[in-house]
């Protein structure tokens, strides 16, 4: 089975970006979906984005698209999620996530193992 972990959140202002990155170790992370979501304090856990096991498709939840780009590098076993233009309204913990399939959105149940997550924080 796919171990994922998460690096790369922290604070940062509104406006700026952050390159969060997920290294997978074990399994079959160069044949899975990889996606990406986040958990803001007393919500659901939401979409923000998937990427296909080859890199060749992404789809975005409508909050990400057009600001956050994912991408993979199977060489290295490792998934991106940049993002720019960031909002405090993007402060969550997110996390990354594998799943069978070609693009697999958006509930979080479809994705069978999880990262541990990374804090994002976005002032204002």
């Known amino acids: 089975q796919v171990q994922l972990v998460e690096s790369g959140g922290g604070l940062v202002q509104a406006g700026g970006s952050l390159r969060l990155s997920c290294a997978a170790s074990?399994?079959?992370?160069?044949?899975?979906?990889m996606g990406w979501f986040r958990q803001a304090p007393g919500k659901s856990r939401d979409f923000v984005g998937c990427?296909?096991?080859?890199?060749?498709?992404?789809v975005y939840s409508d909050s990400g698209k057009g600001r956050f780009a994912i991408s993979r590098d199977n060489a290295k076993n490792t998934v991106y999620l940049q993002m720019n233009s960031l909002k405090p309204e993007d402060t969550a913990v997110y996390y990354c996530?594998?799943?069978?399939?070609?693009?697999?959105?958006?509930?979080?149940?479809?994705?069978?193992?999880w990262g541990q997550g990374t804090q994002v924080t976005v002032s204002s």
């Open positions: 074990g399994g079959t992370f160069s044949r899975d979906a």
């Open positions: 990427i296909s096991w080859s890199g060749g498709s992404t």
């Open positions: 996530a594998a799943a069978r399939g070609i693009l697999v959105y958006p509930l979080p149940t479809q994705y069978y193992t």
